[in-house]
């Protein structure tokens, strides 16, 4: 395989196949809450020891939601979404190269 010559391509060219590891990516943010269960004997009854839920906040059809994700899942939603952050943290950069480009070839026109 030849090497382009041109850093920004090879730049974008990396970030676009980087792309398809983040296909699994979730919209929203992640949210920790701590509450307590109501139950008088449980370890939370004290107010310190408090259970973990975890939601996702996002908009659904333009609606702020806040969907509960089971203890079990959280690792791997929190990763999700962050891949959501990685995506267009790679948009942006390739647009930016691309108007770099665009306006390169606009002035030997
Ligand atoms: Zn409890």
Not at 47 to 55: A, D, E, V
């Amino acid at each position: 395989m030849r090497a382009p010559s041109d850093p920004d391509l090879e730049l974008r060219g990396k970030l676009i196949r980087g792309l398809g590891s983040l296909r699994e990516m979730l919209p929203g943010s992640f949210v920790e809450r701590k509450r307590a269960c109501g139950r008088p004997n449980c370890h939370c009854a004290d107010g310190k020891n408090l259970h973990s839920q975890f939601q996702i906040s996002v908009l659904v059809d333009g609606k702020p939601k806040a969907l509960n994700i089971p203890a079990e899942l959280a690792v791997k939603v929190r990763e999700k979404i962050e891949m959501r952050r990685h995506f267009d943290s790679a948009a942006a950069t390739i647009c930016r190269l691309n108007l770099k480009r665009f306006l390169k070839e606009k002035e030997t026109r």
